[in-house]
């Protein structure tokens, strides 16, 4: 899926990381469906020591994730439609706080 947000971006000549440091991890299908990974906790952790404050995940992988880093947004995906929907939303105020958008299953 990374790939493919970097390909939209240079094509579509659109800024969609707007200065964040933005992680994303997942397959994608021919027809633009984003599928689970393995490891995704750990790639939550490692993003957000890299310096990441967004972090893209599949939706499919809902269910592995228990904790979000303090000051990371997660967004939860299934489509690369859904992806690119999260990069164009209002940028918010920065904070500290965790927040997370399409799993009902995170920190539980």
């Known amino acids: 899926m990374p790939f493919?947000?970097?390909l939209?971006?240079?094509l579509?000549?659109?800024d969609l990381l707007r200065g964040r440091h933005?992680?994303?991890?997942?397959t994608i299908s021919s027809d633009g469906k984003v599928g689970a990974i393995g490891?995704?906790?750990e790639k939550i952790t490692v993003a957000k020591r890299a310096g990441a404050s967004l972090f893209i995940a599949p939706r499919s992988n809902c269910a592995e994730i228990k904790i979000v880093p303090t000051g990371m947004k997660l967004v939860a995906v299934a489509t690369l439609s859904q992806a690119v929907a999260a990069l164009r939303a209002p940028l918010?105020?920065?904070s500290?706080?965790?927040t997370f958008?399409?799993?009902d299953t995170v920190g539980t």
């Open 4 to 6: 493919s947000i970097a």
């Open 8 to 10: 939209i971006e240079l």
């Open 12 to 14: 579509g000549n659109e």
């Open 22 to 26: 933005v992680a994303a991890t997942g």
């Open 39 to 41: 490891g995704i906790a």
């Open 92 to 94: 918010e105020v920065s």
């Open 96 to 98: 500290s706080r965790t």
């Open 101 to 103: 958008n399409g799993c």
